[in-house]
């Protein structure tokens, strides 16, 4: 599937739209998330036109991807949820209910998050 250009995330990077940034380097942006389902709730993503972590993963260059992992770090230890304990998750496709087709990792913390995935949604 072709990246959609006009997705939320596009748009904030094009700075067409505002965000609440958290943190910034070459390759990635940080901004929390507008619907905080945490204490700490924050967005790293890649600036390529990345769909998803499948398309991130087949066509990202290395300094691409050590950059969205070091930014997960960075943003953990910014707010704080390195000392205290934190997850990481990113939705890609349909079954995991991806919402904006722009390659995002959520970072959450400062709450106890309980088990690691929610329950199925009904058939
Ligand atoms: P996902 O279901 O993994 O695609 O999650 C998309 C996330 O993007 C949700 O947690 C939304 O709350 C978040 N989101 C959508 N629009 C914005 C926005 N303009 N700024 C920050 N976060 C957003």
Known sequence: ????SNNIFAKILRGEIPCDKVFED????????INPQAPVHVLVIPKGAYESM????????????AALIRAV???????????TG????????VDAHQ????LHI??????????????????
Request: proline share 5%; no cysteine.
């Open 86 to 93: 934190y997850r990481i998750l990113s939705n890609t496709g």
């Open 26 to 33: 070459d390759h990635t942006l940080a901004f929390n998330d």
């Open 1 to 4: 599937m072709a990246y959609d």
């Open 73 to 83: 770090g960075e943003v953990a230890r910014m707010t704080g949820v390195a000392e």
């Open 99 to 102: 919402e904006v087709p722009h």
């Open 106 to 123: 959520h970072v959450v913390g400062k709450r106890d998050l309980g088990g690691m995935i929610g329950r199925p949604r009904p058939s």
């Open 54 to 65: 499948d398309d991130f993963h087949a066509n990202a260059s290395d300094a691409e991807i």
